[in-house]
């Protein structure tokens, strides 16, 4: 195991705190396994904080600490950024609530300005509300085009979930799918295999087996059915191959994934957003992790929402914020030794 002082820097984020981030977050910090991983700073309000060890049944010790000032990250309590501006009575509970989606993109902000900073090396956030941000002023269609704006990223960059051990990414990801059919392209398909090859391997998958899913039903049945993977997706996959990427396809969507997940591939990339998302849910609704790769700061959440009919009961399962927890350490270390 890596002395403290070696482990990546992480800023952890409650999330939305009328959901149940802050639940799942005290739960993560009061296991306390995140030491094995990682130097972890809380950022968010400590108000929320104290809601989600209330919702959770735990007793939570922190210390506040300033978002530039020294951190002592041997000590037994958490280091919390408090930053003061969420209080939970005010943002009721279990509903999509505006002002709680602007603190939620203004916490975001702030560990992105952290990060910037050389202070962290990583960031985890508890589940979010995209709408609930969107009415609250952050006028993106996702959090993932949030980090790449704040960041001022030009290039491209791609949402992935990472679920036992697969790596599922996608050509085309929240738009409709009628503006999806018209994204899908070479350069597309391109971008996408390289950049899940890449995050693969830095994960520490050395040789990753990437499957690429066809558009049309039994991937065009020879042309009957469309001609996107005789004149399009497998001229591009044989392509990409021939560069020395082992990534094989078009495959039909409706058994890719079961091919996947029996451990004929590391990684299906997906054509549009739900022909991976309905199979990666169905196979581990509440264990699956989203990471946000191609930026220049580490991203990860748990793939599952807010989850806002189960608030409150404290029933609701760590286990996603946990693996994202531990994922992010793993990438972050990557980078942190290159």
């Known amino acids: 195991m890596a002395a403290m002082q070696d482990k990546p820097r992480l800023g952890f984020l409650f999330g939305d705190a009328t959901g149940i981030g802050p639940e799942i977050a005290a739960k993560v910090l009061a296991a306390g396994r995140y030491r094995e991983h990682v130097r972890l700073v809380a950022i968010g309000d400590r108000r929320v904080l104290e809601q989600g060890a ?78 609930a941000m969107f009415a609250g002023g952050w006028r993106f269609p996702d959090e993932h085009k949030l980090f790449a704006h704040l960041l001022r990223h030009h290039g491209y960059f791609s949402e992935m979930n990472v679920l036992d051990g697969q790596w599922m990414s996608r050509v085309t990801s929240h738009v409709s799918l009628r503006e999806a059919l018209d994204l899908i392209d070479a350069r597309a398909i391109t971008d996408a295999v390289e950049l899940v090859d890449r995050m693969m391997r830095r994960a520490g998958i050395a040789s990753p087996r990437i499957a690429v899913a066809a558009l049309n039903p039994h991937a065009g049945e020879n042309g009957l059915f469309g001609r996107d993977e005789i004149e399009l997706i497998r001229p591009t996959v044989e392509r990409i191959a021939a560069g020395g990427i082992d990534c094989t396809g078009p495959y039909p969507a409706d058994t890719v994934y079961i091919r996947a997940f029996a451990g004929e591939f590391d990684s299906v990339v997906a054509m549009y957003h739900d022909q991976g998302q309905i199979a990666t849910k169905l196979r581990g609704f509440n264990r699956g992790v989203t990471v946000t790769a191609g930026l220049d700061v580490v991203f990860t959440t748990p793939a599952h929402g807010t989850a806002f009919d189960i608030v409150g009961k404290g029933v609701a399962s760590p286990g996603a914020l946990q693996s994202a927890v531990e994922l992010a350490g793993r990438l972050a270390t990557v980078r942190v030794a290159a």
């Open 54 to 131: 209330c919702d959770a049944g735990v007793q939570l010790r922190w210390t506040g600490v300033t978002e530039r000032g020294e951190i002592d990250w041997e000590a037994p309590e958490i280091p919390l950024v408090d930053l003061g501006n969420a209080d939970p009575a005010q943002l009721g509970r279990g509903q999509i609530s505006a002002e709680s989606g602007r603190i939620t993109g203004e916490t975001l902000a702030r560990a992105i300005s952290m990060a910037q900073a050389g202070q962290l090396d990583a960031i985890t956030f508890a589940p979010l509300n995209k709408a």
